[in-house]
C-alpha cells in the first residue's frame, strides 16, 4: 500500500534523514520518498503490518507535525 503523508516542519537534509530513517525502522515499510519543498512524505508499507496512525506518530516522535494524511 502507498500513502503520502504532508508534514510540516522539515527544512533541510537532517529533517529528510531523521524521517526517512525513523520511517524505514518500522517493520512492514518497504519505500520512503521525502521531498522537502512539498513536505510530502511518500510511504510504501504493507498494510497487514503497518497501519496509518503508526507511521503519523513515528513521523510525530521526530518532531514534526503532520498537516493532512
Known amino acids: 500500500m502507498n500513502k503520502t503523508l504532508l508534514v510540516q516542519g ?3 537534509g537532517h529533517c529528510k534523514q ?3 530513517g525513523a520511517l524505514n ?3 512492514g515499510v518497504s519505500e ?5 519543498s512539498t513536505g510530502e512524505v511518500n510511504v510504501s508499507f ?5 497501519t496509518t496512525e503508526l ?3 513515528t513521523v510525530e ?9
Request: hydrophobic share 35%; with cysteine.
Open 32 to 36: 520512503v520518498s521525502v521531498n522537502l
Open 18 to 20: 531523521s524521517v526517512e
Open 55 to 57: 507511521l503519523e506518530d
Open 46 to 50: 504493507d498494510d497487514n503490518k503497518v
Open 25 to 27: 525502522s518500522v517493520e
Open 10 to 12: 522539515m527544512s533541510c
Open 61 to 69: 516522535e521526530q518532531g514534526y507535525d503532520i498537516v493532512a494524511s
